[in-house]
């Protein structure tokens, strides 16, 4: 059996930083407040469902602090830790509509973070796997002081690093800087994220699929062949695929990176005819993307790249169409044929 050293998240930052010259260990200090922010997130998803039984009020703990339902103090964590490290100069929350400051007082740093602090919120209170996701660009606006939107809006083709904390069966965070993905799992014991994953790669082909098929007289014609294709009967081109389909899209990209496949949220059709997409390309599409092509994967709207999209807006929704680099490149074929 082959061994590694063991190496834990931080370690490995600070020598990945180690090959870039330039570094002054900002990078390295924000990517261990986001570690640090991930393992108090996940104490309090692991706690979810005592609250009630610890003979805590509603509002109020054992220790006099308010208890926050978890995504608002995943929201509150991830923001306050960020907002007074020094390394950035604005940053954006799925949860917020308007972009967050550093905090008052707090010097500002030359980097930029959005995040989505607690995705699946439909899955909080049922026991099912939520996630984490963020991505880190450097700033393009002129100056040091406060960063402007035009540091947020921009393409995920210009992150500098990106990543998942999934909260299941373990925690695990899930890391790429450019250099491929590495997936680290949480030690509760050590309070340790550890590198059990390194260089994970996408199966360049995969026979699950995963999409939310309620949807289904809602989806383009394009979408609704490529998916009744998925389900003939073609032993030798390794079809009928399986379906699997969590919910928290952390979860269900989590799994397409490892065992390969292909995950569908397309834009849905409204009663006035137009389309509605539901997944942020800011906090959602864009980091997820840059992760599944460091991983050798594919990220697309079915017609474009997700990250050559050019965001309009903070909270701009686009279709998610990520997976295999086959399955994908499938599912395009299949728009360009019948979209
Ligand atoms: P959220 O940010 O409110 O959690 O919504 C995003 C989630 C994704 O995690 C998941 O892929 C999708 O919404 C599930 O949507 P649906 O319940 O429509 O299948
Ligand atoms: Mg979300």
Known sequence: MQTYRLMTLNRYIAEEQQW???????????????????????????????????????????????????????????????????????????????????????PTGPYVVVFDPLDGSSNIDVNVSLGTIFGIYRRVSEGEGPGTLADLLQPGSKLIAAGYVIYGSSTMLVYTSGNGVHGFTLDASLGEFLLSHPDIRMPERGSIYSVNEGNLSRFDPATRRYLAHLKEQAPADGRPYSLRYIGTLVADFHRTLLRGGIFLYPALRRSDGSFKPKLRLVYEANPIGFIAEQAGGRASTGRERILDLQPGELHERVPLIVGSRDDVAAYEAMVREHG
């Open 20 to 106: 870039h010259p330039e570094a002054t260990g900002t990078f390295t200090r924000m990517m261990w407040d986001i570690s640090l922010a991930a393992k108090l997130v996940s104490r309090e998803v692991n706690k979810a469902g005592l609250v009630d039984i610890l003979g805590e009020t509603e509002n109020e703990n054992a220790s006099g602090e308010r208890i926050q339902k978890l995504d608002l103090y995943a929201q509150h964590r991830f923001a306050r830790t960020l907002g007074r490290g020094g390394y950035l100069c604005v940053m954006a929350s799925e949860e917020e509509a308007d972009p967050i400051p550093v905090t008052d007082g707090y």
